[in-house]
């Protein structure tokens, strides 16, 4: 039985999608690692399963199964969603340009433009505390966003030259699932300048979730509770959108590659 996968990035956060409708795959901790390996597997921030979901929604919704290149699982991937998205409308496993996906944050409404732009509702961004990172022993004071995920909101002048090669450290008792951490340079009242370590993963080009995250914690230090802003992020440009109850993320999902495991490697992999 052959194993197909495909390519693609958000803003240069890069994912191996697998195919996997009748929901077959042991897709192994060990085997997410060995796929995101950049040197001995395919390389890659995170792996999204695509599963039929009949659980959810009655209509023939699809599941995103999204683990980063860890082995670990977490809720919500905001750049995932985007091209898990416009992967089931290039392939026809969806009619119309507006449906649900399902993620393990909830059911989360899609629209790919005829670009190929995919806008997701992310749901709400919950500002629940302050906490603080440290990195290369400085403190960082930030804000605590759950966008259905957990993340760390940091503040500071300027972000160039932080070493994210190595995590920041976080409260353990605020983040006892451990936490993303983004550091953001506000450039305007309408733009802002962010690079994000990720839980699981590293520092990455791009977060989706963190970008939400970040407006919504920029926000929040203003004092407002809803507000526009375009996120600057090594890979690109995203645009956020914060309500009262819901947030909206806009941006890009490309393909670079389809192709075929090897089934003897997938098999000395399993884990
Ligand atoms: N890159 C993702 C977030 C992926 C999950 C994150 N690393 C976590 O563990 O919460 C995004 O685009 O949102």
Redesign the pocket.
Same mark, same amino acid.
């Given at each position: 039985m052959s194993i197909p996968f495909v390519k693609g990035h958000?803003t240069e +956060?890069d994912f191996v999608l697998l195919p996997d409708p009748d929901d077959a795959l042991d897709l192994t901790p060990a085997r997410v690692r060995a796929l995101c390996d950049r040197r001995a597997g395919i390389g890659a921030?995170?792996v999204l399963r695509v599963v039929r979901d009949e659980t959810q929604q009655p209509d023939g919704t699809w599941f995103m199964d999204?683990r +980063?290149a860890d082995g670990?699982?977490? %809720?919500?991937?905001? +750049?995932?969603?985007?091209v898990f998205a416009r992967y089931l409308l290039d392939q026809g496993l969806v009619e119309r340009r507006e449906f649900p996906v399902g993620t393990r944050a909830g059911v989360r409404d899609v629209r790919v433009d005829e670009r190929g732009e995919v806008t997701v509702d992310m749901g709400p961004a919950r500002v629940t505390g302050e906490s603080a990172a440290t990195l290369d022993g400085r403190r960082f004071p930030g804000v605590a966003v759950d &966008?259905? +995920?957990?993340?760390l909101v940091c503040v500071t002048d300027r972000i160039h030259d932080l070493d994210l090669s190595v995590p920041p450290v976080h409260d353990r008792v605020v983040f006892p699932a451990?936490?993303?951490v983004e550091f953001v340079v506000v450039e305007a009242p309408d733009r802002i300048r962010m690079r &994000?370590h %990720?839980? #699981?993963?590293g520092e *990455?080009r791009?977060? #989706? *979730?963190? *970008? &939400?995250a970040a407006v919504a914690g920029v926000l929040h230090r203003a004092g407002h509770k809803t507000g526009t802003a375009d996120v600057d992020i090594p890979g690109g440009r995203v645009r956020v959108v914060v309500d009262e109850d819901t947030c909206t993320l806009t941006g890009p999902a490309v393909f670079v590659a389809r192709g075929e495991l090897d089934r003897g490697w997938w098999d000395s992999v399993g884990g």
């Open positions: 958000g +956060n921030d995170g999204y +980063n670990s699982i977490a %809720e919500m991937c905001g +750049n995932g969603v985007r &966008v259905g +995920n957990p993340h451990g936490v993303n &994000v %990720e839980r #699981g993963v *990455t791009s977060c #989706g *979730t963190g *970008t &939400v």
